[in-house]
């Protein structure tokens, strides 16, 4: 048992460390949104998203050792928290207070990046619809005057 208990620590301490790694990766992609640095976005996202194939590689371990703790907590696998292993072994403390401390901090880069590329978005959205809708206008406006005026032009140098 105490080698699964090591082996847990260990890959709990695997997480623990590429989410730390996200967390830099997720100030980076802060950094890039604010600056409007499009290629250096696409290179942390690139990043990010190897490091969070390898948390799920982790979790899928995680999920193997928690049988072996299924039966001491009278629980099933997938629903054993940190919280319920440190109740039996009480050096999962440590890990736990750790893992919910990266974990919060990543959830709260997250959401204000997530609102940094809305607002992004929406700044797009707003400019594409004001160049459509202004040049449609200026281009009505001037078939009309024209018209009015009987003056056509093969070529409309106002376009």
């Given at each position: 048992?105490?080698?699964?208990?090591?082996?847990?620590?260990?890959?709990?301490?695997?997480?623990?460390?590429?989410?730390?790694?996200?967390?830099?990766?997720?100030?980076?992609?802060?950094?890039?949104?604010?600056?409007?640095?499009?290629?250096?976005?696409?290179?942390?996202?690139?990043?990010?998203?190897?490091?969070?194939?390898?948390?799920?590689?982790?979790?899928?371990?995680?999920?193997?050792?928690?049988?072996f703790f299924a039966q001491e907590?009278?629980?099933?696998?997938?629903?054993?928290?940190?919280?319920?292993?440190?109740?039996?072994?009480?050096?999962?403390?440590?890990?736990?207070?750790?893992?919910?401390?990266?974990?919060?901090?990543?959830?709260?880069?997250?959401?204000?990046?997530?609102?940094?590329?809305?607002?992004?978005?929406?700044?797009?959205?707003?400019?594409?619809?004001?160049?459509?809708?202004?040049?449609?206008?200026?281009?009505?406006?001037?078939?009309?005057?024209?018209?009015?005026?009987?003056?056509?032009?093969?070529?409309?140098?106002?376009?």
């Amino acid at each position: 048992m105490a080698e699964i208990i090591k082996k847990l620590g260990d890959n709990l301490k695997q997480q623990l460390k590429l989410f730390k790694k996200i967390i830099s990766l997720e100030k980076a992609k802060q950094q890039a949104l604010v600056e409007n640095k499009i290629q250096e976005l696409e290179t942390v996202t690139a990043q990010e998203e190897l490091i969070l194939l390898e948390v799920g590689r982790l979790e899928e371990e995680r999920l193997y050792w928690a049988e072996f703790f299924a039966q001491e907590t009278g629980k099933q696998s997938e629903k054993i928290t940190l919280q319920d292993l440190e109740e039996v072994h009480p050096s999962f403390k440590d890990i736990r207070i750790e893992l919910e401390k990266v974990i919060s901090e990543m959830q709260s880069l997250k959401e204000i990046n997530t609102k940094l590329l809305k607002n992004a978005i929406s700044l797009v959205n707003l400019t594409i619809n004001s160049l459509t809708s202004s040049s449609k206008a200026t281009y009505s406006k001037n078939k009309i005057e024209k018209k009015m005026n009987n003056e056509f032009f093969f070529i409309d140098k106002d376009v």
